[in-house]
């Protein structure tokens, strides 16, 4: 463990001093001073329909490894989590289909957690140096990550996220990064209370120069559920987002759950023109069954965003 720990420092200081690096550049690659946004894209049907809010919340665990790994042991599974996702993303600017899915594996007081998720965007034409087109190519990009969680007393939870993130510009210009997440989550009864940074980051493409980084901010979160009887409830999550470059971001969403089979969820994200995702709403449907979640989001109030959809399936034990 000694080892274990050390490693983890070394990494973390190493990171640190790269993202101090990086945000010494005067070149910002788009509006958010980011080169891969699809790193803060929310992978999980169910906070998607919370416009992302769900910092907080352990009710999805196979999500964690994209952004808070400290929720595995503290979420109500008893050892497996999974879950599969395809998105439609932009559909009326620059079509994207997205698949991605996540698992978790919770042991006592450990959890650990794995995603991965594919970006394909629309195909462009290629031309050779004669003008002549010689074929077509899709952009994509790709996230692998990897979390691990573990308790620490008996409310308070810390995690730890590793992504590699890579993207294709075209056919002979693909860039890497590497990043580092670190999170805590606290919670008691019918609250929960989280705080981290996300996309600490050590480029694997230096001839892309400094500014060519992940997405690096401090995120905050909090989630309250209400009881409204013996099988309904309503919760409440407020997300928050600070990012390098001033950026700001912040989202709420409410989930009404009937039964304890139907989960009807709406929320609105506020961002500013440096956030990464910009302002939108969301609404959604969620229908539980032994352990069988499926559950489908809708974005709109976004002439990016609009008519964006998910759908996911999941199921945990």
């Given at each position: 463990?000694?080892?274990?720990?050390?490693?983890?420092?070394?990494?973390?200081?190493?990171?640190?001093?790269?993202?101090?690096?990086?945000?010494?550049?005067?070149?910002?690659?788009?509006?958010?001073?980011?080169?891969?946004?699809?790193?803060?894209?929310?992978?999980?049907p169910g906070a998607s329909a919370l416009a992302g809010a769900g910092f907080a919340a352990g009710d999805n665990p196979a999500w964690a490894a994209f952004r808070n790994a400290a929720a595995v042991p503290l979420s109500g599974i008893q050892r497996l989590d999974a879950a599969l996702c395809y998105q439609s993303w932009m559909?009326?600017?620059?079509?994207?289909?997205?698949?991605?899915?996540?698992?978790?594996?919770?042991?006592?007081?450990?959890?650990?957690?794995?995603?991965?998720?594919?970006?394909?965007?629309?195909?462009?034409?290629?031309?050779?140096?004669?003008?002549?087109?010689?074929?077509?190519?899709?952009?994509?990009?790709?996230?692998?990550?990897?979390?691990?969680?573990?308790?620490?007393?008996?409310?308070?939870?810390?995690?730890?996220?590793?992504?590699?993130?890579?993207?294709?510009?075209?056919?002979?210009?693909?860039?890497?990064?590497?990043?580092?997440?670190?999170?805590?989550?606290?919670?008691?009864?019918?609250?929960?209370?989280?705080?981290?940074?996300?996309?600490?980051?050590?480029?694997?493409?230096?001839?892309?120069?400094?500014?060519?980084?992940?997405?690096?901010?401090?995120?905050?979160?909090?989630?309250?559920?209400?009881?409204?009887?013996?099988?309904?409830?309503?919760?409440?999550?407020?997300?928050?987002?600070?990012?390098?470059?001033?950026?700001?971001?912040?989202?709420?969403?409410?989930?009404?759950?009937?039964?304890?089979?139907?989960?009807?969820?709406?929320?609105?994200?506020?961002?500013?023109?440096?956030?990464?995702?910009?302002?939108?709403?969301?609404?959604?449907?969620?229908?539980?069954?032994?352990?069988?979640?499926?559950?489908?989001?809708?974005?709109?109030?976004?002439?990016?965003?609009?008519?964006?959809?998910?759908?996911?399936?999941?199921?945990?034990?």
């Amino acid at each position: 463990m000694r080892h274990i720990h050390r490693t983890l420092t070394l990494l973390v200081l190493i990171l640190l001093q790269t993202g101090r690096m990086n945000a010494q550049g005067d070149v910002p690659i788009d509006g958010s001073g980011s080169a891969y946004p699809a790193a803060r894209m929310v992978r999980d049907p169910g906070a998607s329909a919370l416009a992302g809010a769900g910092f907080a919340a352990g009710d999805n665990p196979a999500w964690a490894a994209f952004r808070n790994a400290a929720a595995v042991p503290l979420s109500g599974i008893q050892r497996l989590d999974a879950a599969l996702c395809y998105q439609s993303w932009m559909p009326e600017i620059d079509p994207a289909t997205n698949l991605q899915g996540g698992l978790a594996l919770r042991f006592d007081h450990l959890g650990l957690s794995l995603g991965f998720a594919r970006q394909g965007y629309g195909a462009y034409d290629v031309y050779n140096a004669a003008g002549s087109r010689t074929g077509s190519f899709s952009p994509s990009d790709l996230q692998l990550s990897l979390g691990m969680g573990s308790m620490v007393g008996d409310h308070l939870s810390m995690g730890v996220q590793l992504s590699l993130l890579s993207t294709s510009l075209d056919a002979s210009t693909t860039y890497s990064a590497l990043s580092l997440g670190l999170s805590a989550l606290w919670q008691k009864d019918a609250l929960s209370l989280a705080a981290g940074v996300s996309h600490l980051g050590l480029s694997l493409s230096p001839e892309a120069g400094d500014d060519f980084r992940p997405p690096l901010s401090l995120d905050l979160g909090s989630c309250y559920t209400l009881p409204l009887g013996e099988r309904h409830s309503l919760q409440g999550r407020l997300d928050g987002s600070v990012y390098e470059n001033g950026g700001l971001s912040a989202c709420a969403g409410l989930d009404l759950a009937l039964w304890q089979l139907l989960d009807l969820r709406a929320g609105y994200r506020l961002s500013d023109t440096k956030a990464i995702l910009p302002s939108h709403a969301a609404a959604g449907l969620g229908i539980r069954f032994k352990g069988i979640r499926l559950e489908g989001s809708w974005l709109f109030a976004s002439d990016i965003l609009k008519n964006s959809w998910s759908v996911g399936l999941a199921y945990g034990f």
